[in-house]
């Protein structure tokens, strides 16, 4: 069985400070995917990252940053000098080899602040 | 170009009517999703086609006809449905289907706001 868990449900910060979501999973596979994605008031899934178990390395993206973490199970993503356009619902999900279907979090919703 | 694209972008219908949702990607996928979406949760898979043919279907009511007429394009029959119905329907396509491989990774279309009254 695998399992997503995103603990923050909603985070507000003023725009410009950073941010960070919380992302943690279970799998009993050492193959495994991660994503996350975006999802602003229109309704549409914006994917933004995927990362593959082998790969631990951090990544950047203009203001994104993501932070994988196998050994606490952890793939944190971190928004810097949020901006009002960041306000959406960020899902994180995985997917592992074997199993056909992703496993989304239940989300976090962020407002980012005027 | 990661581009799916629904119609219509809302839909509003009676318990006894029937309408169609559409769904296309022109980006080569092989593989297209149903997902369902309530407020304030995640999206919960459907349905999925793999080269045309249906490959999961999460015991989705009968209300809901599924139908793949070629690689680009996907349809969502609604009928009788209820106003437990309304929902965010999304669609997505992947490169391919199975084996949580890269070529999995999905990409969503804007979705249709359905409503049943």
């Known amino acids: 069985a695998q399992k997503v868990t995103q603990a923050q449900t909603e985070i507000s910060v003023v725009e410009k400070e950073d941010v960070t979501l919380d992302c943690v999973y279970e799998?009993?596979?050492?193959?495994?995917?991660l994503f996350w994605y975006k999802q602003p008031p229109s309704g549409e899934l914006v994917f933004l990252i995927r990362?593959?178990?082998?790969?631990?390395q951090n990544e950047i993206s203009g203001r994104y940053s993501w932070n994988f973490q196998k050994s606490t199970s952890s793939f944190n993503f971190t928004i810097t000098a949020s901006q009002v356009v960041d306000s959406a619902v960020y899902f994180c999900a995985l997917t592992n080899f074997g199993n056909e279907k992703l496993t989304f979090g239940t989300g976090t919703r962020l407002t980012i602040i005027p | 170009d990661t581009e799916v694209t629904q119609t219509p972008k809302h839909l509003v219908m009676g318990m006894t009517n029937k309408k169609s949702l559409k769904c296309e990607q022109h980006?080569?996928?092989?593989?297209m999703y149903w997902y369902k979406q309530k407020a304030k949760k995640p999206p919960e898979l459907m349905f999925v086609y793999s080269y045309e043919k249906l490959s999961i279907n999460e015991s989705v009511p009968s209300r809901f006809s599924p139908e793949c007429p070629n690689s680009s394009l996907l349809n969502l029959h609604l009928h009788a449905l209820q106003p437990e119905d309304s929902a965010l329907y999304l669609c997505?396509?992947?490169?391919?289907?199975?084996?949580?491989?890269?070529?999995?990774?999905?990409?969503f279309g804007p979705g249709t706001r359905l409503t049943v009254l």
């Open positions: 997505a396509s992947s490169l391919l289907h199975g084996g949580g491989r890269s070529t999995d990774t999905q990409y």
């Open positions: 799998t009993r596979d050492t193959t495994y995917y």
């Open positions: 980006m080569g996928h092989r593989a």
């Open positions: 990362r593959n178990s082998f790969d631990e």
